[in-house]
């Protein structure tokens, strides 16, 4: 949306479209969302990275494109890269140099036939991989301040993607014909786990217990998480991952971004170290694979951190990991004074603050309100564990000083955890997703409000699909994306015309040109004939009963559910298959959507059921709620934000804009709001930040939201260079957000 089509509010929420990828899913929870609203997808081998379009068709618009209707949410084009190449060790000796500690020694022949974990597949150091999970960092350690993506791999390995600074002459998947952020590729600045490692602090290796454990080398990663934006001077972040040993391990991350005549690399420098390390085996001690008593376990989703409570000069946050028929709390508090690119103070508790024994299967998750609550001086913090057949909810009170007794090591038939429940209406649908949304008060919600999805949705079953807010049963109030799962599951035919074969099934394979009518593939039919060769074991069919009975034609598999960082609107990853015939589950790829639907539900602490927790959002999560999620309008859509864009910095920068003369007749530039012209007519872009007028082309930045330009800070740098305020104005001038929004630039 440009400058003049943000000053007015969309007239009602923009749709939501669904995307469609030929993908093949290999695991659940594989849809993320990053806190600027970077969608990505892992699918087989590989990740879809969509980058989101805050282009908005203005109700005014006169321009004869009002008939074609809004666009799309996400651009149409997606970075589609592999993700499960085995890397060598030698990735990461930019971060032992960086805190100048020596690079362990690989010995030779050993990479990259390198095996790791304790697993009998993953020990064997086989070759098959795929993606397990994804996570985006919070904003800040990529480019222009964005996120980057972690993915972990079937081989005990994440590797950390973010986008490159290539030189401007470089190729790039840009989009043709259209104004929009660049795809740039995707490096892989480090890695860790099989075989990668990473420097320790001091605090770390006097905290880690890995004298009786597996070599350093040999680490298998089993799960992963990234705590929430902790909004530390130095932008770093923490990064919580367990192994297949059960021990979770804390990394504090940092990255600066700059170009390559900086010095920065590619990937830019990063500063990467183990702070803690704990053991989180919980109280019950494994059995034999071959005990009649043994129940599968284990989940890629073992860890999710709570949200950040600050206390004085620090920040404390739980950190929920998940063992056998456990789940555990333990206590992490960070220090303030976190200095960019310096090792943070982290402290982590000697043991958990509170524990739950729970009969889990695999794959189960933990979900945590984004909420704290405070009640008699205490903060609360909530939950739900899904098992991930059933849920329990929790909420911990976390006092400063409360003791919590440990759960001493017992058998799993002391506290009646081996099975699950007897008794208990227990679905047999695994829960693959589960979102908690927004609520008002303790006593009005004591359990939090969610919204569930199960992997298997078809006409037989209505558990797919759960949820307790306010008015959820009523139609109007259904998520889109609920409504075309459940027209999808509820078409049906009649078993004549069902079982008929058809002329093609491949979409992607047939002509627009040559596609025929639905009735054009029938018409040749021969009821007799079907009845007869249809008939087998059960005698003939009889064309008023049977043959025309209605057959439903599609079943769904339901892979992902999340929530927008505003809490406005929900996505769904789904598949949806033929219960006529089998299918072919290849990497050629199967029917995979992503379904899109506005949250709305009648109690929440914002306006129409919308989280009012703004203050947390980037501006693209906030512009994606106003045109998408029925959120409030974004910083800069009437007024401009920050100190960088403020209306002093204008004035004092009035006579530099003032002075400026037109490139082409050199006539004086009358600077206005948006753009600028001389006298004798030509007209420029001004610097939303500064108001000074953009007179050459490159010297200037791009918001991705709103598209304002703002002049980069070593243009600036030069023309206030006989200014004797010039280090105290630059120091107001971002370069990574935009003057106008807060947005930050495509590049």
């Keep these: 949306m440009t400058a003049q089509q943000t000053a007015n509010a969309p007239p009602s929420h923009l749709p939501l479209e669904t995307l469609e990828l030929p993908a093949l899913p290999l695991n ?92 009998p597949i993953a020990r064997t150091g086989g070759t098959l991989n795929h993606v397990v999970a994804l996570a985006w960092s919070p904003c800040g350690l990529g480019r222009m301040k964005r996120s980057v993506l972690a993915v972990l791999t079937g081989n005990g390995t994440i590797a950390i993607y973010c986008e490159s600074s290539l030189p401007s002459n470089a190729p790039s998947l840009a989009i043709r014909g259209r104004k929009a952020r660049t795809l740039r590729p995707l490096l892989v600045p480090w890695c860790v786990g099989n075989g990668c490692h990473v420097p320790v602090t001091a605090a770390g290796q006097a905290a880690s217990s890995q004298e009786d454990s597996l070599p350093h080398n040999l680490e298998y990663i089993t799960s992963m998480a990234w705590a929430q934006q902790l ?23 940092q990255a600066q971004h700059g170009t390559l005549e900086s010095g920065h690399g590619p990937g830019g420098d990063w500063r990467v170290e183990e702070v803690a390390r704990f053991f989180a085996g919980g109280p019950h001690p494994l059995i034999d694979p071959l005990d009649p008593d043994f129940v599968p376990f284990g989940t890629p989703f073992a860890l999710k951190w709570s949200p950040w409570i600050a206390q004085g000069g620090s920040k404390t946050s739980l950190v929920s990991y998940i063992s056998r028929n456990y789940v555990g709390f333990r206590r992490v508090t960070i220090q303030d004074n976190w200095a960019s690119m310096e090792s943070p103070a982290v402290d982590v508790g000697s043991s958990d603050v509170e524990g739950m024994c729970q009969h889990l299967a695999t794959d189960a998750f933990v979900t945590w ?16 564990v899904a098992s991930p057949f059933s849920i329990q909810a929790f909420q911990i009170p976390l006092n400063s000083d409360g003791v919590k007794e440990q759960i001493p090591p017992h058998m799993t038939e002391h506290c009646g955890t081996t099975y699950a429940p ?67 599951v509820g078409h049906n ?79 769904v990853f789904a598949t949806e298959h033929d219960t006529i015939k089998p299918e072919r589950s290849t990497f050629a790829g199967l029917r ?141 001038i971002s370069p990574t957000f935009c003057g106008r929004c807060g947005g930050k630039f495509e590049d």
């Design 28 to 119: 659940t929870h594989n849809i993320a969302w990053s806190p600027d609203l970077e969608l990505a997808v892992g699918a087989d081998d590989s990740v879809y990275i969509f980058l989101p379009h805050f282009s908005a068709l203005s109700p005014a618009d006169s321009s004869g494109n009002a008939g074609l209707g809004p666009k799309r949410q996400y651009h149409e084009i997606a970075l589609h890269f592999p993700a499960t190449e085995a890397r060598s060790p030698e990735i990461n000796r930019r971060l032992f140099d960086a805190v100048a500690k020596e690079f362990p020694e690989i010995d030779e022949g050993v990479y990259p036939s390198l095996n790791a974990g304790q697993g």
């Design 422 to 488: 007897v008794g208990v209406d227990r679905s047999l649908n695994p829960i693959t997703g589960l979102v908690i949304h927004s609520s008002s008060t303790l006593e009005q919600n004591p359990t939090p409000l969610f919204s569930l999805v199960r992997l298997a949705a078809t006409h037989l079953n209505d558990d797919w699909y759960q949820t307790n807010l306010p008015l959820a049963s009523d139609a109007k109030t259904r998520p889109a994306w609920a409504t075309d799962i459940l027209h999808a």
């Design 231 to 253: 909004h530390a001077p130095s932008d770093g972040a923490l990064l919580a991952y367990m192994t297949d040993d059960d021990e979770v391990v804390i990394l504090a991350v």
């Design 592 to 732: 995979c959507k992503i379904l899109f639907g506005q949250t709305r539900h009648a109690d929440s602490d914002g306006q129409d059921g919308v989280a009012n927790n703004e203050h947390k959002l980037s501006t693209e999560a906030q512009a994606w709620d106003w045109m998408y999620g029925g959120g409030s309008a974004p910083p800069g859509t009437n007024a401009a934000i920050y100190d960088f864009g403020s209306d002093m910095l204008k004035s004092r920068l009035m006579d530099v804009s003032a002075a400026q003369k037109c490139p082409f007749c050199d006539a004086s530039v009358i600077p206005t709001e948006t753009h600028s012209r001389c006298t004798s007519g030509h007209t420029f872009e001004t610097c939303a930040a500064t108001g000074v007028p953009i007179l050459e082309p490159g010297i200037s930045n791009t918001c991705g939201v709103c598209s304002s330009k703002c002049l980069r800070v070593d243009v600036l740098d030069k023309m206030l260079v006989q200014l004797p305020q010039r280090q105290e104005i630059l120091a107001m």
């Design 369 to 384: 309100e984004d909420k704290v609550w405070e009640e008699q001086g205490n903060h609360i913090l909530r939950g739900i």
């Design 493 to 571: 035919l009649p078993r004549s015309l069902a079982y008929l074969p058809r002329k093609s099934f491949a979409a992607d394979d047939s002509d627009p040109e040559e596609e025929s009518d639905e009735d054009e593939d029938y018409e040749d039919w021969d009821p007799e004939a079907f009845n007869e060769d249809f008939a087998g074991d059960l005698g003939p069919v009889k064309p008023s009963e049977d043959a025309m009975s209605r057959v439903h034609t599609t079943r769904m598999r339901i892979w992902g559910l999340l929530a927008s960082p505003g809490g406005g609107s929900m996505a």
